[in-house]
């Protein structure tokens, strides 16, 4: 399917202007409108599946299809009786989708399925699956974490040395600091007192560092003395100055010294070697901390301010005005909320995130809320923390982990505190953990050959046997590039919503078909299936299409015969969705059936069987718009009802007996206004009420050849 189709099955009384209620469904009174007249010759017509009986040179095993919601045939009511009635076959429309079993933690739930195929099993109808690998209708989060970035484990204890700052002397012609007294020598780029002065002596070593208060810092030479000996080393800045003993040797050695508690942002070092009486050397000094190694970091992703004037959101009962750009609240005694950023200003991702307030009060306040919320429905996820407000100046951290996505609203609660509140920003950051790789490539794909082979396992075990054909990959085809063998559809050049799709093909290349068609005949023979019944077909949209001249379904062939040469993989057919519009436009219906008729050439050359998958058709005018089920005419569903009698007898002229499958009518009935499938359009057999439309009569013909 190209999207997410509607199965439109519900009942709906009212009048109809089309033929008598189906006597399939329960029994209703429909008064007769004088213009029904030309529409009482569908009455004369029986269930559909009988007119393959009249047709003689056909395969015996050939399926007459229909869409269904699964949960509308399990009420065992109206939409189950007609089923049963007129077709053998049904194709659940989104029941049988990785999305609608696997849950966001993986689990999978095959309630739905295993009653749906019982009940068709109870009515003597077969079932068709649809699907089992598609890009769409995925369970996207489920799949992402799987193939997410590893976390590591970090040792708690571990320290990692950050270096700060370096000074040695290389490109030094003479002492590089400010002289206290005395001053070294730089001679060959090594700071050097050649020998004692004679005199208490001291010298910087390292200036103008940024330092952190608080923070332990270690200061490093590589430096030898003529004999061994020590050294002051001071470290800090004038009047807050702390000091320690460094000794060194007279072989090159690396010597440091520790330092806690300094309390300056700008620092230096100084080394008082005092009288020391020998010659001394040193190479270069190092300025460094340690810290545990870094888990997570804040990444700011949204600042919120304020423009004095009034309250700028919509008002939930409570509008504090902007006042010297703080959200200026003053308790009532009432119950209060309200926005401080709005979900339209606050998209975030999936993730976690901390919330930073920057919020003063008039004293200590109790009892004060804030939620983040991504809607206002029953579904929409709220998170609400405590927020601990002191008297005076408060920067709160919020933490609010395992937001699942959308757009959220952040509502400061103040609820019934007494205190008086001055919002002036929220800041969001996402948090993310910095102890992780990415998964190699290879790695991402076994994960996701393993989660096939899961998926597949669990729907064979679920249908036991039962379900003996399958859209085994759906829709891999893209359209382009033009001119050549179109590619395989991926998610760098998918365009539109993508929230719910995720494209195998992107991890498992070509063989993301061999995969699930694998495991589809492994598992199927496994859970009592007969292995000679199982037929996988790969199912796609635009086979028939004359703007390209057949070329989708020229490159489908090419790429099954690609997959097939491994020796191993079969495939058993090609199914056609065939989601068609008649046009009144001569020319260009005439364009359209000629391609219908090049597509089931291509289709019975290819030697595979064949099926039509998900047949539905609109109406264009004669300018090329779209005309809804309200604005038909007769003549107008008269053309519809020919064009179903052409596709139909098509097939049974051009697809040798022997690839019959089947053709399956994917929309009962007419898309209600506001469907997600062609919404209002005249799609379906029957209109909302089950009376017969013209394209009843045509579908029948063609299934009879005329007869």
Excluded at 278 to 288: A, F, P, Q
Aim: aromatic share 12%.
């Amino acid at each position: 399917m190209k999207t997410n189709h509607k199965l439109w099955l519900a009942f709906l009384a009212g009048a109809s202007l089309t033929g008598c209620a189906d006597q399939e469904i329960d029994n209703y009174y429909v008064e007769k409108p004088a213009s029904i007249a030309q529409y009482e010759y569908l009455n004369a017509y029986g269930n559909l599946k009988d007119y393959l009986r009249q047709r003689t040179g056909i395969n015996p095993d050939f399926k007459l299809g229909v869409g269904v919601a699964a949960s509308d045939y399990n009420k065992f009511g109206q939409v189950y009786r007609i089923t049963n009635a007129n077709f053998d076959q049904i194709t659940a429309g989104n029941a049988m989708k990785y999305a609608s079993v696997v849950k966001d933690n993986g689990e999978m739930d095959f309630s739905t399925v295993t009653a749906f195929v019982e009940a068709a099993e109870k009515a003597g109808i077969e079932v068709y699956g649809h699907t089992l690998c598609w890009h769409e209708q995925q369970n996207v989060k489920w799949l992402n974490g799987l193939i997410a970035d590893k976390e590591l484990d970090v040792d708690p204890d571990a320290k990692n040395e950050i270096e700060d700052a370096v000074k040695d002397f290389k490109n030094d012609a003479k002492f590089p600091f400010y002289v206290m007294g005395y001053e070294p020598e730089i001679i060959n780029g090594i700071l050097t007192v050649p020998e004692y002065p004679g005199d208490w002596y001291q010298f910087f070593i390292m200036d103008g560092l940024s330092t952190v208060p608080g923070r332990a810092y270690k200061v490093t030479a590589k430096i030898r003395g003529s004999k061994a000996g020590e050294l002051n080393a001071q470290f800090g800045n004038w009047g807050a100055m702390v000091e320690k003993k460094m000794s060194f040797t007279d072989e090159w050695s690396e010597c440091s010294v520790e330092f806690d508690g300094v309390t300056t942002e700008s620092s230096f070092v100084v080394f008082q070697p005092g009288t020391y009486d020998g010659k001394l050397e040193i190479e270069w000094v190092k300025l460094s901390h340690t810290e545990a190694p870094a888990v997570e970091v804040e990444t700011e992703v949204r600042v919120k301010t304020y423009e004095d004037g009034p309250f700028p959101f919509y008002a939930m009962g409570c509008e504090p005005p902007v006042i010297n750009g703080c959200i200026h609240f003053v308790p009532t005694g009432d119950w209060s909320q309200f926005f401080i950023l709005p979900g339209g200003e606050n998209h975030l991702d999936e993730g976690d995130y901390v919330l930073y307030l920057d919020i003063t009060a008039s004293k200590e306040a109790s009892g004060v809320q804030l939620t983040m919320q991504n809607g206002w429905g029953g579904d929409a996820q709220a998170l609400s923390v405590p927020v601990m407000i002191s008297e005076g100046h408060n920067n709160v951290r919020l933490n609010f982990s395992g937001i699942t996505g959308g757009d959220y609203d952040v509502i400061l609660k103040p609820q019934t505190t007494d205190a008086t509140l001055d919002v002036r920003s929220v800041t969001v950051c996402k948090v993310e953990k910095l102890n992780k790789i990415p998964v190699s490539p290879e790695e991402k794909a076994e994960i996701l050959t393993n989660e096939m082979e899961r998926w597949v396992k669990g729907m064979m075990e679920a249908t036991a046997g039962k379900v003996k054909a399958w859209d085994v990959v759906n829709e891999a085809i893209s359209g382009g590039p033009w001119g050549q063998r179109y590619d395989l559809q991926h998610a760098a050049t998918a365009s539109g919503d993508q929230s719910n799709k995720f494209y195998w093909q992107d991890y498992l290349g070509d063989n993301f078909v061999r995969v699930p068609v694998k495991f589809a005949r492994q598992y199927f023979a496994e859970n009592g299936g007969n292995p000679e019944e199982l037929k996988l077909f790969i199912n796609d949209y635009n086979l028939e299409s004359d703007w390209d001249d057949n070329q989708k379904l020229k490159s489908l062939i090419s790429w099954i015969e690609q997959w097939e040469s491994d020796g191993v993989t079969k495939i058993d057919g090609i199914g056609s969705q065939m989601h068609i519009t008649c046009y009144m436009n001569p020319e260009t219906q005439a364009s359209k059936e000629a391609h219908v008729v090049k597509m089931l050439e291509l289709m019975a050359a290819s030697g595979k069987l064949v099926r039509i998958t998900e047949l539905d058709m609109g109406l264009c005018d004669e300018n090329g718009n779209t005309v809804k089920t309200e604005d038909q005419t007769f003549e107008q569903k008269q053309a519809m009802a020919a064009y179903y009698k052409f596709v139909i007898e098509k097939y049974f002229e051009i697809i040798p007996p022997a690839q019959q499958y089947g053709i399956c009518q994917w929309a009962q009935t007419d898309s209600p206004e506001g469907s997600g499938w062609r919404p209002g359009e005249p799609i379906g057999l029957w209109d909302s009420n089950y009376s017969r439309k013209p394209a009843y009569g045509g579908f029948a013909e063609g299934l009879a050849g005329g007869k």
